[in-house]
T-cell receptor, first 114, second 110 residues
Framework: NAGVTQTPKFQVLKTGQSMTLQCAQD?????MSWYRQDPGMGLRLIHY???????DQGEVPNGYNVSRSTTEDFPLRLLSAAPSQTSVYFC?????????????FGDGTRLSIL | TQLLEQSPQFLSIQEGENLTVYCNSS?????LQWYRQEPGEGPVLLVT?????EVKKLKRLTFQFGDARKDSSLHITAAQPGDTGLYLC??????????FGAGTTVTVRA
């Protein structure tokens, strides 16, 4: 049982480059979300989706795009990478989006922007 | 500004000692979750508390949700090296957004 799978695990980009972080889950969860984790700041919500075709902004959405064409996949796109986007990115999913639902996290993508 | 404040930020104790981690907010949450994260991995859920005043026990870990549903604590009895990790609290509401604290790094020395 794979759970939540994130690819790649590591990535180095140059300022201005674009890339897509992939996230897939095999639990048929309706709710998926993206967080970034920075030292001393915990996890901050970037974007989330309550189902296929529905996305919304979280706390820190600027510079990121998402789409949800299928229940399984929720890619995160960096449009023009900036050094401030250097971080560890986590994708999570849950059965529904309510606050008492357990979130299942992937193992993260470690992204460095030079 | 962090919606949920965790204290302390770092905690280093000897095996066998007890420890308590606090999670405080000025906001009311419908639920409060605690996660543990190990290096190179994503957070893993330990417990969810939903009722003000609720106490849940998970082996040597005791979780409490404040009566006003604004704060929570995690108490570990007789800590072991396997308890080492980053402990995160997260507040849930009805708007599909989970708010995380900055975390408490716990190190248990053998």
């Amino acid at each position: 049982n794979a759970g939540v799978t994130q690819t790649p695990k590591f990535q180095v980009l140059k300022t201005g480059q674009s890339m897509t972080l992939q996230c897939a889950q095999d639990m048929n969860h309706e709710y998926m979300s993206w967080y970034r984790q920075d030292p001393g700041m915990g996890l901050r919500l970037i974007h989330y989706s309550v189902g296929a075709g529905i996305t919304d902004q979280g706390e820190v959405p600027n510079g990121y795009n998402v789409s949800r064409s299928t229940t399984e996949d929720f890619p995160l796109r960096l449009l023009s990478a900036a050094p401030s986007q250097t971080s560890v990115y986590f994708c999570a999913s849950s059965k529904q989006g309510l606050g008492n639902q357990p979130q299942h996290f992937g193992d993260g993508t470690r992204l460095s922007i030079l | 500004t962090q919606l949920l404040e965790q204290s302390p930020q770092f905690l280093s104790i000897q095996e066998g000692e007890n420890l308590t981690v606090y999670c405080n907010s000025s906001s009311v949450f419908s639920s409060l979750q605690w996660y543990r994260q190990e290096p190179g991995e994503g957070p893993v859920l330990l417990v969810t508390v939903v009722t003000g005043g609720e106490v849940k026990k998970l082996k040597r870990l005791t979780f409490q949700f404040g009566d006003a549903r604004k704060d929570s604590s995690l108490h570990i009895t007789a800590a072991q090296p396997g308890d080492t990790g980053l402990y995160l609290c997260a507040g849930g509401s009805n708007d599909y957004k989970l708010s995380f604290g900055a975390g408490t790094t716990v190190t248990v020395r053998a």
